[in-house]
């Protein structure tokens, strides 16, 4: 966790120039206006954001029935947290050890995060719900193994 704050406050820190787009504009309330278009505007390999966003509702209650997030590539909108729903992150390879994947919860709610079969997140037991923070901000969870994440 202490890692991916890290990184997001380099990427505040050394931005030198910034411009308004839709990308920066989807991102903000969760983000703030500069802090969005750094985020969009960095040329980092390493941050996937995309222009366009994905919704994807929160389902069922377990790892088997929790809505399935697809893909890394683009910043998803989590719908309907509220405690009881949840998501089922990506599946992620040795290719993906590094990444950064950005989910933004557009509900007052808490949104339940499970990882793929046997996955961890934040060193918990293999398959256990991330129970992200209340409130309406951005999930930044950090790929470090295969099937094994950091999220905050």
Not at 102 to 112: D, F, I, P
Not at 131 to 139: H, N, Q, S, V
């Amino acid at each position: 966790m202490k890692k991916i704050l890290a990184i997001l406050t380099i990427l505040i820190v050394t931005a030198s120039v910034a411009k308004a787009d839709s990308c920066s504009a989807s991102l903000v309330p969760a983000f703030v206006g500069q802090q969005a278009v750094i985020l969009c505007d960095r040329g980092l390999r390493k941050i996937q954001i995309q222009t366009s966003f994905e919704t994807v509702a929160g389902t069922g209650t377990n790892q088997a029935t929790a809505a399935p997030i697809s893909v890394l590539s683009a910043v998803k909108r989590l719908t309907g947290a509220n405690g009881t729903v949840a998501w089922l992150l990506p599946v992620v390879t040795a290719n993906d050890i590094g990444n950064i994947f950005t989910m933004l919860n557009t509900t007052a709610g808490v949104a339940n995060l499970f990882p793929q079969t046997g996955g961890t997140i934040n060193g918990a037991a293999a398959d256990a719900v991330f129970a992200a923070l209340t409130g309406i901000k951005p999930i930044i969870c950090y790929v470090t193994a295969a099937a094994t994440w950091i999220c905050a």
